[in-house]
């Protein structure tokens, strides 16, 4: 079964029987928010202001299709069947509603979320091979000044000729010899996650970052993802408001991570520890 599949099946079955909030608004960024941007993030916000973040391209308004304001009052579960769909922007919007069930999910049963920096906390040190899958370049940045070795796994050739010296492959193998490996929440969106945690198995730490890597970590950790970076909205109108503005989201965000370790499960803390159906994380591969 493909992860997005997964990822729909679990949520579907671990919320079973909830009332959950229905959709209270789908926000697009503004065109003219950051127009050098190639995408920008949207988001779905359910009626007790749990948010989930998604990938928004700029001008693509219809969303493969479905409309924001059609949504609105309908259970999010409803979007989870597109976690698989052809259309870029349907996966994406589906990625949205799975992360906000998450966040509601995690905000009633009251799990606290630690808070963590834009790194989901990982230190490094000057023995370190650090996995970037995608470029950070402040982080690359870092770790050149630092006397860190670290190689890039990218997709995008235009990158491969850094000017900033940086070692970048198109390669997914390049992964193998990093103890250390940071990877971007997009590998969800374009289903190439699952790809990449091959390559990092002899990893000693394996972190998945990102707004949209935000919902509730269960199959990650059962894939052998460590540590879950993603980031819970505090105060949903002054993000509304610095979205719209085009500003960096300040406090009305909180970065946080979850720990594969610390995480005794959905189905646990939901309190079906002794539920037929409860399933133990399984052990990474």
Sequence with gaps: MRLTETLAAFLEDVTAGMDLPPIARVVMPERASNPCKDADFGLVALTDESVGFFYAWLGDVELGGRSPAGLVGEDPRQLLGDLSHPILARRALALGGFNAIGQCVLKQVGYPLPAADSLGAMRFEPGDHVGMVGLFPSLARRLQREAVRFTVFERKEALLDSPEGFAVTLEPEGLRGCNKVLITGSTLLNESLEEVLRYCRAADEVVLLGPT?????????????????????????????????????????????????????????????????ARPLASPR
Excluded: C, H
């Design 213 to 277: 890597a935000s919902g509730l970590p269960d199959p990650l950790f059962e894939r052998g993802v460590q540590t879950v970076g993603g980031s819970a909205v505090v105060n949903l109108e002054s993000l509304l408001t610095r979205m719209a503005r085009g500003e960096p989201w300040g406090d009305a965000v909180k970065k946080y991570v979850i720990r594969r370790g610390d995480y005794p499960g959905a189905e646990r803390l939901l309190g079906r520890r002794e539920s037929p159906q």
